[in-house]
């Protein structure tokens, strides 16, 4: 990777310039408007993602940047940053504090690094692809979880799987030993954190997943799409996280029965 220790630098950097900035509007006046597809966004999503432009610009001007917000610029082709500066936007806008702010760094496509901040919660999780994973500085590790029927299982986006797998969705609320629902990128890093053993998500953009491959794989888990490839800008937003080789297989599995 171009000067590791350097976009280590940076990259921290960054986080805590948008926590910053997401605090500053978190249970405030927001702004809200409605994008056409009706998903939300808030004055602070845009704040916090033209602050992140504007420090990129300054300190990698070649680089390409690919915020959810703002489009992507190419850059040089190889070297690219990818944004969402307000994960959870609709946390964000009924004050619930599991938002966060997700930043990958990739090289030829492929992620190198990922960031997750969770601004409200005071917690910064950290990955580089063979140098590990961080907590606000202290080393994580996913669980030695192998078995789903052992596992605590985290299905993310659970009306939209619903509405659109009604059979999986019966898969999965039969699956797991612990199952619980949500959203957002919070649970994967809980599973870096070796608090989840696994997550299944969909319906994803590749700012929303980005980030999150590279955390947990440098915690020593597995993050695909349901089909076992790995995640880059063109996958289809249909994910799969878990914390070892063997219950990644079995929910593959269990997804492509």
């Given at each position: 990777?171009?000067d590791?220790?350097?976009?280590?630098?940076?990259?921290?950097a960054i986080?805590?310039?948008?926590?910053?900035?997401?605090?500053q509007?978190f249970?405030?006046?927001?702004?809200?408007?409605f994008?056409?597809?009706?998903?939300?966004?808030?004055?602070?999503?845009?704040d916090?993602?033209?602050?992140?432009?504007?420090?990129?610009?300054?300190y990698?001007?070649d680089?390409?940047?690919?915020?959810e917000e703002?489009?992507?610029?190419?850059?040089?082709?190889?070297?690219?940053w990818v944004i969402d500066p307000?994960?959870?936007?609709?946390?964000?806008?009924?004050?619930?504090?599991?938002?966060?702010?997700l930043?990958?760094?990739?090289v030829?496509?492929?992620?190198?690094?990922?960031v997750v901040?969770m601004?409200?919660?005071?917690?910064?999780f950290?990955?580089?692809l063979?140098?590990?994973?961080?907590l606000?500085g202290?080393?994580i590790?996913?669980?030695?979880?192998?078995?789903l029927?052992?596992?605590?299982?985290?299905?993310?986006e659970?009306?939209k799987?619903?509405?659109?797998?009604p059979?999986?969705?019966?898969?999965?609320?039969?699956?797991g030993?612990?199952?619980?629902?949500?959203?957002?990128?919070y649970?994967?890093?809980?599973?870096?954190?070796?608090h989840?053993d696994?997550?299944?998500?969909?319906?994803?953009?590749?700012y929303?997943?980005?980030?999150?491959?590279?955390?947990?794989?440098a915690?020593?888990?597995?993050?695909?799409?349901?089909?076992?490839?790995p995640?880059?800008?063109s996958?289809?937003?249909?994910?799969v996280?878990?914390?070892?080789?063997a219950l990644?297989?079995e929910?593959?599995?269990?997804?492509?029965?």
């Amino acid at each position: 990777m171009q000067d590791a220790m350097a976009l280590d630098t940076h990259a921290k950097a960054i986080s805590e310039l948008a926590s910053q900035a997401a605090m500053q509007y978190f249970r405030g006046t927001l702004g809200i408007e409605f994008k056409q597809d009706q998903s939300p966004v808030t004055q602070a999503d845009k704040d916090v993602e033209a602050k992140v432009r504007s420090y990129l610009n300054r300190y990698f001007p070649d680089h390409g940047v690919f915020g959810e917000e703002e489009g992507q610029d190419t850059g040089d082709g190889r070297h690219m940053w990818v944004i969402d500066p307000i994960d959870g936007t609709r946390s964000f806008l009924s004050g619930h504090p599991l938002f966060g702010f997700l930043l990958a760094y990739l090289v030829d496509g492929h992620p190198q690094l990922g960031v997750v901040g969770m601004p409200a919660l005071n917690e910064t999780f950290f990955g580089v692809l063979g140098k590990g994973a961080s907590l606000n500085g202290q080393p994580i590790h996913v669980s030695d979880k192998s078995h789903l029927d052992q596992a605590i299982l985290y299905v993310n986006e659970g009306d939209k799987l619903y509405s659109d797998h009604p059979d999986l969705f019966n898969r999965l609320m039969q699956s797991g030993q612990t199952r619980r629902f949500a959203y957002d990128g919070y649970p994967h890093a809980l599973l870096a954190a070796g608090h989840v053993d696994a997550v299944v998500d969909y319906d994803l953009q590749p700012y929303d997943f980005l980030a999150l491959s590279p955390l947990i794989e440098a915690a020593g888990g597995v993050m695909t799409d349901w089909q076992g490839r790995p995640l880059e800008l063109s996958s289809n937003g249909a994910v799969v996280s878990a914390a070892t080789p063997a219950l990644h297989a079995e929910l593959l599995e269990l997804l492509n029965p």
